[in-house]
């Protein structure tokens, strides 16, 4: 099951320019995190951002949340060449059975930076 | 402190095969977590372990299956290996208890690559 999906799928911009990825959930979330994968590799956790936080800042990164509109954003500022790779948001889904909850992941948006 | 490391970075079986890949979390951390990636795809969750015990399962058939040790090590096998078996598997561990909302961040493997020829 996808829980979360991003948009755009791909993104193409030039260094120094600001890059900005949404993800949209469908369930209530305790809280939704962000995650960066390059080519081939594992994930890396980038920031997470509880359900009664709005905004969230790391360094170049600015993560937004709504829970009402339940949408997150992501945005990279000045980005560079090394920025270049997949971002997830990923979502805690509660299994209604078992009450279990697990981190499930969007489909990605892919972005490239050229130089 | 040390990462998450998986083995073998690269696997090719043939169909009908079975498979085991292993991981090894990072110090502390009590659980783990399998996932298969497919390419362009996100990961899909497959299971979770807490201190040895299965506790919880994604959408995927009994014959992906998984152990894991005291030693902070897990094992993820898969039986009758199938074409679409084809992934990047990724195994991530969290200080986390288990069946919790996830209030920590994932560490994760840079994962096997199976191919199922």
């Known amino acids: 099951s996808q829980q979360g999906e991003e948009d755009p799928q791909a993104l193409s911009i030039q260094e120094g320019e600001n890059a900005t990825m949404n993800c949209s959930y469908k369930?209530?979330?305790?809280?939704l995190q962000w995650y960066r994968q390059n080519s081939g590799r594992g994930l890396v956790h980038l920031i997470l951002?509880?359900?009664?936080?709005r905004e969230k800042h790391s360094g170049r990164l600015r993560v937004t949340l709504d829970t009402s509109k339940k949408s997150s954003s992501l945005l990279i500022t000045a980005s560079r060449a090394a920025d270049t790779a997949s971002y997830f948001c990923?979502?805690?889904?509660?299994?209604?059975?078992?009450?279990?909850?697990?981190?499930?992941f969007g489909t990605g948006t892919r972005l490239l930076v050229s130089p | 402190e040390t990462g998450v490391t998986q083995s073998p970075t690269h696997l090719i079986k043939t169909r009908g095969q079975q498979v085991t890949l292993r991981c090894s979390s990072q110090?502390?951390?009590?659980?783990v977590s399998w996932y298969q990636q497919a390419l362009g795809q996100g990961p899909q969750f497959i299971f979770q372990?807490?201190?040895?015990?299965?506790?919880g399962r994604g959408n995927f058939p009994p014959r992906f299956s998984g152990l894991q040790f005291p030693n902070y090590s897990s094992e993820l096998n898969v039986n009758a290996l199938e074409l679409d078996d084809s992934a990047l598997y990724l195994c991530?561990?969290?200080?986390?208890?288990?069946?919790?909302?996830?209030?920590?961040?994932?560490?994760f493997g840079n994962g096997t690559r199976l191919t199922v020829t």
């Open positions: 990923a979502t805690d889904l509660l299994e209604g059975n078992t009450g279990f909850q697990k981190l499930v």
């Open positions: 991530a561990s969290s200080p986390g208890a288990a069946g919790s909302s996830y209030n920590s961040p994932l560490h």
């Open positions: 372990y807490y201190r040895e015990e299965e506790n």
């Open positions: 951002i509880r359900s009664n936080e």
């Open positions: 110090s502390g951390h009590n659980t």
């Open positions: 369930t209530s979330i305790n809280n």
